[in-house]
């Protein structure tokens, strides 16, 4: 059977509205017929790349080609899920199952994100739910929303080889729109399918680099090492310096470096909880980050890292390829530097309270979970009763 042919449209009706902008839409082209449908993306025409088909010159470009190549995805799983099925396929029936449905509760799902403020990168966590929630029942309705169906849903997760917390994940978006739902009384409190369910997580442990492997990434020589390569050793020490997260560490600018009495502070709002974090960078492991970002601060005010919060996946590639050049054998990530930072600091003895607003947390309790990490700590304080 043919497939169906999706191409991105900008301004089909060559008529702007009042702030100047016009729709992009995805076209669906089957057997000569074509078929429409809204992203919600509206752009100026100097914000359009009519060659590449995709947002430019947007301060938010990435994240609306993100959500534009996601709602393409969402189309194509709709339409690989019929064809699975053995159903008779179209593009109206695409057109039926792509669009609100007062019944559909995976319309219901869609139509909320769309309306939605979630960040960015939150709604496409979201969004993989509401598409494996496609894979796995295509015409889900109101009434399947059962007991039964969370896990018989469950064990299509687990046969797929998801981890128990990322299913735990996609079970907690689930609930959410489905508590969205009965407060919008669309279905009814006594039918609650979490009532019985419950939501399984496996406490996982907190990786971090010890002072010797943090030490080994330190001397390594960059000479050695290509332009991305660099950057992205760069972006992690820089982490495990500061704290921060991957997401807070691409959005930072040189405005976000402030001189307080002759010393360097990094103040900013994290992109996760808009928490602001002080961060007096001299104090903090002999002032290291201050030397990463003087190679940088020549930025002006754009990130000053010049990467994407979506290039988490290849920049992670390349720090686990940088620990295997100098014979880190742990998993890796940018994640661990956040963690390495915690550590570290609970273990050269700074107070946990200190810690947490160091990384911005707003309970104590978050930051607890890195108190028993390194059993190194336990046998600095015992010797010092000794």
């Not at 996601?70 to 019929?82: A, C, K, M, P």
């Not at 199952?97 to 990168?121: H, I, Q, V």
């Not at 997580?201 to 990786?207: A, D, V």
């Not at 960078?281 to 919060?309: C, D, E, M, W």
Request: aromatic share 10%; charged share 25%; hydrophobic share 40%.
């Amino acid at each position: 059977m043919e497939k169906v042919i999706y191409n991105l449209v900008f301004n089909r009706k060559k008529m702007l509205n009042a702030e100047g902008k016009a729709l992009i839409q995805v076209e669906a082209y089957l057997k000569g017929k074509k078929m429409y449908f809204s992203t919600r993306v509206y752009v100026k025409p100097t914000q359009w790349d009519a060659k590449k088909r995709m947002v430019k010159n947007h301060p938010n470009k990435e994240e609306l080609n993100r959500h534009i190549a996601d709602f393409v995805t969402y189309l194509e799983r709709i339409e690989l899920s019929i064809l699975q099925n053995g159903q008779s396929f179209s593009l109206d029936v695409l057109k039926e199952r792509g669009t609100y449905d007062s019944s559909s509760f995976l319309s219901f799902m869609k139509k909320e994100m769309r309306m939605c403020n979630l960040k960015a990168s939150t709604l496409r966590n979201h969004l993989s739910t509401l598409l494996l929630l496609t894979e796995y029942r295509p015409g889900m309705s109101f009434s399947d929303l059962t007991f039964n169906f969370l896990c018989k849903f469950e064990k299509f997760l687990l046969d797929k080889g998801y981890h128990k917390n990322t299913i735990a994940k996609h079970m907690k978006h689930l609930k959410r729109y489905v508590n969205l739902a009965i407060n919008k009384d669309l279905f009814a409190l006594q039918k609650y399918p979490f009532r019985k369910y419950r939501i399984k997580h496996i406490e996982s442990k907190r990786g971090h680099l010890t002072p010797e492997e943090l030490g080994l990434l330190e001397k390594i020589n960059t000479k050695t090492l290509s332009p991305t390569y660099k950057k992205a050793l760069d972006i992690f020490l820089f982490c495990c310096y500061t704290g921060l997260r991957f997401s807070d560490a691409t959005a930072i600018t040189v405005e976000n470096f402030h001189v307080i009495e002759g010393k360097l502070w990094l103040i900013y709002s994290s992109v996760k909880t808009n928490v602001e974090v002080r961060l007096p960078l001299f104090l903090l492991f002999g002032g290291k980050a201050i030397t990463i970002y003087k190679r940088y601060q020549k930025r002006g005010n754009h990130p000053l890292f010049a990467v994407s919060a979506s290039d988490n996946s290849n920049m992670n590639k390349r720090l686990k390829r940088i620990c295997v050049m100098v014979g880190i054998e742990k998993e890796v990530s940018y994640h661990v530097a956040r963690h390495t930072n915690a550590t570290l600091l609970l273990y050269n003895g700074v107070n946990i309270t200190t810690v947490q607003k160091l990384l911005g947390h707003k309970s104590v309790k978050t930051t607890e979970i890195y108190s028993d990490i390194m059993d190194i700590t336990v046998i600095r304080d015992l010797k010092k009763i000794q």
